[in-house]
């Protein structure tokens, strides 16, 4: 994340579905709290239970271990998108900028470029603003994704999802790609929004064209 430039500092977080196998072992693998990714080991990351209640306790396999505070927006990503096997949570810098103004706060990033449906619709949503970390950002962003792969969150960064850690990689840096693209437009003028119908026929191209990777989720 840090060499695409869609992250800085210790900003955003990453997460990987992982079944560690028997009925209780259903789960994910998410970076830790306030850790720097240059020092990140993987004696790191923390394994939390997809029914991790609400008080977000660590499990004792890791007791000096906080995973990020970002964890319920992952684990419900989770549990509402059986088909995801990873999640990818950055502060992209151009993604992020658009997503502090109100226009785009409203109407999400539009149809300017036909490649708006990588991340699954004819437009990229923003989830509007929740305090990090909270139930609520968890649900605006499990609203905004409903039928899509990405979507912005207003004042804050984006969201992906994928089959795989690749997958929600590479559809993060995209979404970054379009929004930077999209603010230069604004800049020049009011961009040509595509109509329903031609995104309609770019969606269904991209179910052969840019087919999702076939490999699923992880286990332990």
């Not at 579905?17 to 830790?32: D, E, K, N, S």
């Not at 970054?176 to 109509?195: D, F, H, K, W």
């Amino acid at each position: 994340m840090g060499a695409l430039g869609l992250n800085a500092g210790r900003a955003g977080n990453v997460s990987l579905r992982w079944h560690r196998g028997g009925p209780l072992g259903a789960g994910m693998l998410v970076t830790p709290a306030a850790t720097p990714y240059e020092s990140m080991s993987a004696d790191d990351i923390v394994w939390l239970p997809l029914a991790t209640a609400e008080g977000g306790a660590v499990p004792s396999g890791h007791p000096a271990k906080r995973p990020s505070s970002e964890w319920r927006m992952h684990r419900d990503v989770y549990q509402a998108r059986p088909e995801a096997g990873a999640v990818v949570h950055v502060h992209s810098p151009a993604a992020t900028a658009l997503a502090c103004l109100p226009r785009v706060q409203r109407e999400g990033i539009p149809a300017f470029h036909y490649m708006v449906a990588v991340a699954g619709g004819a437009d990229i949503r923003c989830a509007p603003y929740r305090t990090f970390g909270s139930p609520e950002l968890s649900h605006a962003a499990a609203e905004a994704l409903r039928d899509r792969r990405a979507c912005l969150l207003a004042n804050h960064g984006t969201i992906a999802i994928g089959a795989t850690l690749a997958a929600a990689l590479e559809l993060s840096n995209e979404v970054e790609s379009l929004a930077r693209m999209y603010a230069l437009a604004l800049q020049l003028g009011e961009p040509v929004i595509l109509p329903a119908d031609e995104m309609a026929r770019v969606q269904a191209l991209f179910a052969s064209y840019r087919p999702a990777p076939d490999q699923g989720p992880a286990t332990g």
